[in-house]
């Protein structure tokens, strides 16, 4: 077992990050892997569905089919992600602490619970993009329903009513002001919430004890969760680009990229989701322990497990009464009246 577990800066925690991903590797990316491989045979339906209608003449249902599809690849990729992740954690919590790790061991784990690890990140993603939502949302029905009626995005749209100009221009302006307000804000409450799914996952918390365990264990650290976030956010964004741009630049020269082409760009994706799904979890794991450390001793409570020793549970403090107090109190001999001395009513 591993008891070397100290409070670790943020160099060290990315160190440590990179040497766990290098070190087991087949185990993270094949955690990665299931989640890709869903998203890999959903991308492959889709196509070929859509090849099929195409030869077909049926280009009106093409349509409904891309709206379908987009519903139940964003339904399916919830789930499949959120088991992922959940995995993700526990394993990276079992290879941490010097234990040993699976990838049908880590699914099988959390698959009791996948329930709960699905609603606290259903909980956490409205809590942190709700506003977000909420400004696309009313920037969109301003436009379907005042600005597009009165005709200023057409051609002629200089014959439009000025009034309606000066209110998409301003409502343009607030949208962008409100975009970046909500952004921000949707960025501190994920640094907040962002050690919840750790909590969840390795202390069987239920999702709203997790949360509020989160906010307590990341203060002092969330700068430092940042940085992470933004350097396997470049990493990942980096990866995505050298591996795509080849498709993207096609597709933008012919319109549409052949069917072949389209196989070969999701398999690509496959590789890409397997390799970089498991970066940012195993790091947010690695700050959930070092929190602990750092604010609860948790290195001190390993190495006393890890030597067989177990804290003594204190009891409360009971009342303890005296040996006079419990003691029955000896019984007080009768007075009697002594013959010798006067009795009252009598003579002395």
Not at 118 to 140: E, K, S
Not at 191 to 213: D, F, T
Not at 282 to 297: P, S, W
Not at 314 to 325: K, L, M, N, V
Request: overall charge positive; aromatic content about 10%.
């Amino acid at each position: 077992m591993e008891t070397s577990l100290r409070p670790l800066s943020l160099g060290e925690i990315l160190d440590r990050t990179a040497q766990l991903y290098r070190s087991n590797f087949v185990l993270f990316a094949g955690i990665a892997a299931v989640y890709a491989g869903v998203m890999l045979v959903l991308g492959l339906l889709q196509i070929g569905l859509a090849e099929l209608l195409r030869i077909l003449h049926m280009t009106q249902q093409l349509q409904w089919l891309t709206w379908t599809a987009a519903g139940a690849v964003i339904l399916l990729m919830f789930i499949f992600a959120g088991m992922a992740v959940a995995a993700n954690n526990r394993a990276v919590a079992w290879v941490h602490l010097g234990e040993s790790a699976t990838i049908r061991g880590a699914y099988l784990s959390i698959l009791p619970r996948l329930g709960r690890y699905l609603w606290l990140m259903t909980i956490t993603a409205f809590v942190v993009w709700l506003p977000l939502v909420l400004v696309y949302g009313g920037y969109l029905a301003l436009i379907l329903l005042y600005v597009r009626p009165s005709g200023l995005l057409a051609h002629s749209g200089a014959s439009a009513n000025p009034q309606v100009a000066m209110v998409f221009f301003g409502a343009t302006l607030a949208f962008c002001l409100l975009v970046l307000l909500a952004f921000v804000y949707g960025v501190v409450m994920f640094l907040r919430y962002s050690l919840a799914v750790p909590a969840c996952v390795v202390e069987n918390l239920k999702a709203r004890q997790a949360l509020r365990r989160s906010v307590a264990l990341s203060k002092g650290a969330r700068g430092r969760i940042f940085v992470l976030g933004l350097l396997v956010f470049v990493i990942e964004i980096g990866l995505v680009l050298m591996t795509q741009i080849f498709f993207v630049v096609l597709a933008f020269k012919h319109g549409q990229l052949p069917v072949g082409l389209r196989v070969l760009q999701q398999i690509v994706g496959f590789f890409t989701n397997a390799f970089i799904g498991p970066i940012y979890a195993t790091g947010l794991t690695l700050f959930y322990y070092d929190q602990r450390v750092r604010k609860e001793g948790y290195d001190i409570e390993w190495m006393m497990q890890a030597a067989g020793l177990t804290a003594p549970a204190i009891e409360p403090a009971q009342p303890t009464a005296s040996i006079a107090d419990s003691a029955e109190p000896a019984p007080q001999p009768a007075l009697e009246a002594n013959p010798e001395s006067p009795q009252p009513g009598e003579p002395v």
